[in-house]
């Protein structure tokens, strides 16, 4: 069975600070990874994906991730916050051949003037 | 944006009481699926379907039945609905291409509240 832990329902940055959030996950299979983002009221967005490719994924918003296999990890990062950043975020995990996502419990990002 | 519509935006209703959320979409993919979204837990699957007529639970389908009988509709019934059932309802879909498994585009997500 798959799984995702978010470590840290939520995380507080200051406005141009460094954004790190973290995603392990647990897969039988080779796994394809996801980052979503929810802006209040609204539904998910896709900031990002790994399905095998290159290891380091750029996303939407100036977003990154880095699968990796040794730590079964794929944090999600951004060099500098914005205030428009502030939304609730979710890794997600599915495998080759699966038709479905195993969602992690989310991770609130708040960001600081 | 994937075109993804979700009826009714929000819904207030009574212990008891049946409920039909609806999703629609005109991208005309093949897999469409329902999740609830409570504080805490994430996202959780509730039913999807991989073509019409064809349907399967996911982790928290007790009190849920679904139906789809066109390829862009596909409705979530709470039979009776009960307090627990109170939550934000989001509707997805994807699709295949080749070998590659794509993301879920999402929907607006249905507010219900049962008192």
């Known amino acids: 069975a798959q799984s995702v832990t978010q470590l840290g329902s939520h995380v507080s940055v200051s406005e141009g600070a460094l954004v790190l959030l973290r995603c392990n996950y647990s897969s039988s299979v080779p796994p394809y990874l996801f980052w979503y983002v929810q802006y209040p009221n609204q539904g998910l967005q896709l900031l990002l994906k790994?399905?095998?490719?290159?290891?380091l994924v750029k996303g939407i918003n100036g977003f990154e991730a880095e699968f990796k296999k040794s730590e079964t990890s794929f944090h999600l990062t951004k060099p500098s916050a914005h205030m428009s950043d502030a939304a609730e975020y979710f890794c997600a995990v599915s495998s080759q051949g699966a038709q479905k996502l195993v969602f992690g419990q989310g991770t609130r990002l708040t960001i600081n003037p | 944006d994937a075109g993804i519509t979700q009826s009714p935006r929000h819904k207030v209703t009574e212990t008891g009481t049946p409920v039909t959320l609806r999703c629609h979409q005109t991208?005309?993919?093949?897999?469409m699926y329902w999740y609830r979204q409570d504080p805490g837990h994430g996202l959780r699957l509730i039913h999807y379907?991989?073509?019409?007529?064809?349907?399967d639970k996911g982790e928290v389908s007790d009190g849920y039945s679904v139906s789809r009988s066109k390829t862009e509709d596909f409705l979530l019934t709470l039979e009776s609905a009960t307090s627990s059932q109170t939550s934000v309802y989001f509707c997805?879909?994807?699709?295949?291409?080749?070998?590659?498994?794509?993301?879920?585009?999402f929907g607006p997500g249905t507010r219900l509240t049962v008192l």
């Open positions: 997805a879909i994807s699709e295949y291409v080749g070998s590659v498994y794509n993301e879920q585009f």
């Open positions: 379907s991989y073509g019409v007529k064809d349907t």
């Open positions: 790994y399905t095998s490719a290159a290891t």
């Open positions: 991208e005309n993919h093949r897999y």
